[in-house]
């Protein structure tokens, strides 16, 4: 696991993202982003990922698009995650875009460590996700959902279930008493994954 730190390592705030190449370069732009919303000093960790399909999976699913298929890691990466959450005077948000948001939901039902979560576009057209969210509790009291406007518009039958997952999601969120909102963007899943980002966490942090 390689780890990236941004911002002031003496803030109380600390986000955590897991992050592929592709969003590597984004962070820097994201982080001052936050900083300006929010109006507050944060420490941003950003948790590099090699394997996004294996790492951020929480159970095995068969590949949705080209042959690679979907791993179980993502327990093994929570467990490096929560090593890095042991200072008791910070609090915790975790959060990330696309399967990095999934992982996220996921983990707040596996830990109450996190003050908030951040689910930029979240891949909720995970197989057996929503009947994973709804057997379990949710520990986390505050969750941020977002998903880009065509998302669901898309011949995959698999990833077209986004749209009405995303809706069950924010309705079992409401159901338990989470604060939550779903946000809808525009454009489809590749339109400014770091701003989505970056909005995930500052709604957190603010209404936290």
Not at 33 to 60: C, F, G, H, Y
Request: hydrophobic share 40%; proline share 3%.
């Amino acid at each position: 696991m390689k780890l990236y730190k941004y911002g002031n390592p003496e803030s109380n705030i600390v986000l955590i993202q897991p992050v592929g190449d592709h969003n590597l370069n984004e962070i820097l732009n994201q982080v001052e982003r936050i900083k300006t919303n929010t109006k507050k000093e944060i420490q941003m960790l950003a948790i590099k990922v090699d394997n996004w399909n294996q790492e951020l999976s929480p159970w095995k699913a068969p590949a949705v698009f080209g042959k690679e298929a979907f791993g179980e890691g993502a327990l093994n990466l929570l467990t490096e995650i929560l090593k890095l959450c042991s200072d008791k005077n910070k609090k915790y948000y975790l959060g990330g875009y696309s399967l990095a948001g999934l992982f996220s939901l996921w983990a707040c039902c596996q830990s109450g460590k996190f003050a908030g979560i951040a689910a930029a576009s979240p891949s909720v057209w995970f197989p057996g996700f929503l009947t994973y969210l709804e057997e379990n509790e949710v520990k986390s009291p505050c969750i941020y959902l977002s998903l880009g406007d065509k998302e669901e518009k898309t011949k995959n039958a698999m990833l077209s279930k986004v749209g009405d997952n995303i809706r069950e999601v924010e309705k079992i969120m409401k159901e338990n008493k989470v604060k939550c909102i779903l946000e809808w963007n525009q454009g489809n899943h590749f339109k400014e994954a770091g701003e989505r980002t970056a909005k995930a966490f500052s709604w957190v942090i603010i209404n936290q």
